[in-house]
């Protein structure tokens, strides 16, 4: 008896568990289905707020909102690359006044910045007792060239005369004037002070030498600059950097002259780019013959690219930018306007290059286009609300923009 208890108890328990396996068993079937419906459910939600829909505009409408049109045409472009620069010195006509010897300044002809001077004018006179010595010798050298002339002798001549020669070699190197040289060999007596004359002509921007001050060689007593020809230093963004090249002309304008445009020529294109300002130098050489162009002025340049091959080119604000994607809205014949994404090129103006995604002659909305954007995209959002998944109900979407503006009116 209680051997059969014990067996239909057992299996009592046995009918149990396996009916509680069933039933978790449904449950988590019918869970997993709930839950693929609504996963689903929400990638419609997401694929229909994403895809934005095509939108239909009667004339009245489009008048009311602003919408123009523009048809996509090929044509040569020419595209102007504007930047800014500044005025600087051209280096190729800065001389540097550096004197070779040891002296002190007895007279300063020159004596402030900005002076304009010319090439051979007097700068400043020097005593020093290196050049006084070398005077004694060039006058002892030629008294002895004039003595063995007289005596006759061919090798004493020729020695005296290479003595003369040397002394004179050795002021030239100090840089003392040909003339000075011919003066003291006249005179026979030497000066106590030479004068050092400019080398160049220009404006002196840099004095560093007072008198009565002590030079030594190398020094830096003058920097002059013939600003007759300057240099405009200008930076091109590097995306810009191939419709630049050498010979190219520029256009440069100025704050300091409104309304007045002076034309140069690119002369170099620097070979590095910034990694901070992703940009590249270029430089403009003007003519400066009135001194008017500065250096340290600010400038603006244009530079002209040539129409070297025609692009198919619409309106610039005909493309909506998302960020990701550049996309326009092309109409049909029978007024339907839908989205299409195409590829863009260069920007020349008002218009840009359409390298792919767009024939010639098709028409854009090159105006309010981002109304008709916003107009498609809530089409596409209502459709989805609805449970549609794909399609947009009667009246919603296809001519929301125009009914929308009707309302607007009626209200």
């Known amino acids: ?15 149990l568990a396996l009916a509680a396996v069933a ?63 500044n005025v600087t010195y051209d280096e190729t006509r800065l001389a540097n006044v550096s004197p ?28 020093s007792p ?10 002892l050298a030629r008294r002895l060239a004039a003595e063995a002339e007289a005596a006759g002798g061919e090798r004493a001549t020729a020695n005296a005369e290479e003595l003369l020669e040397s002394a004179r070699r050795r002021l030239r190197y100090w840089d003392i004037p040909a003339e000075e040289i011919d003066r003291i060999e006249e005179s026979r007596a030497p000066q106590k002070t030479l004068v050092l004359n400019s080398p160049a002509s220009g ?16 020094m830096d007593l003058y920097r002059i600059a013939d600003l007759s020809t300057v240099w405009v230093e200008g930076e091109v963004f590097e995306k810009d950097l191939s419709l630049v090249r050498l010979g190219q002309m520029a256009r440069v304008s100025f704050e300091a002259y409104p309304g007045e445009v002076f034309s140069g020529r690119i002369t170099y294109v620097y070979p590095t780019v910034s990694v901070e300002s992703r940009t590249g130098r270029i430089r403009v050489e003007l003519a400066n013959p009135d001194l008017r162009l500065r250096p340290g002025m600010y400038a603006k340049l244009e530079l002209e690219s040539d129409a070297d091959r025609a692009a198919l080119v619409i309106p610039r604000s005909a493309v909506h930018f998302t960020g990701e994607r550049s996309m326009v809205f092309v109409r049909a014949e029978d007024g339907l306007l839908s989205p299409r994404e195409i590829t863009t090129g260069l920007i020349a103006g008002g218009d840009i290059e359409v390298l792919a995604g767009l024939a010639e002659g098709e028409v ?40 929308g503006e009707d309302a607007g009116h009626g209200g």
């Open 203 to 218: 404006i002196v921007v840099e004095k560093n030498v007072v008198q009565g001050a002590r030079i030594m060689p190398g």
């Open 130 to 139: 290196m050049l006084v010595s070398a005077q004694e010798e060039l006058i």
């Open 364 to 403: 854009v909305v090159s105006s309010a286009n981002f109304l008709i954007d916003a107009e498609a995209n809530m089409g596409s959002s209502m459709a989805t609300m609805n449970g549609t998944g794909g399609s947009a109900p009667s009246g919603e979407g296809s001519s929301g923009a125009a009914n």
């Open 23 to 85: 039933l978790y068993a449904l449950g988590g079937q019918d869970q997993a289905t709930s839950q693929e419906a609504m996963e689903g459910h929400d990638h419609a939600v997401a694929a229909g707020a994403d895809a934005a829909r095509p939108v239909t505009l009667d004339a009245e409408a489009a008048r009311r909102i602003g919408v123009t049109y523009a048809a996509a045409v090929r044509r040569p472009v020419a595209r102007t690359v504007s930047t800014v620069g």
């Open 1 to 15: 008896m209680n051997t059969r208890k014990q067996i239909g108890l057992s299996l009592g328990l046995v009918a």
């Open 100 to 127: 070779k010897i040891e002296g002190w300044v007895e007279r300063l002809y020159v004596d402030f910045t900005g002076a304009p001077v010319r090439r051979g004018q007097p700068l400043l006179a020097v005593y």
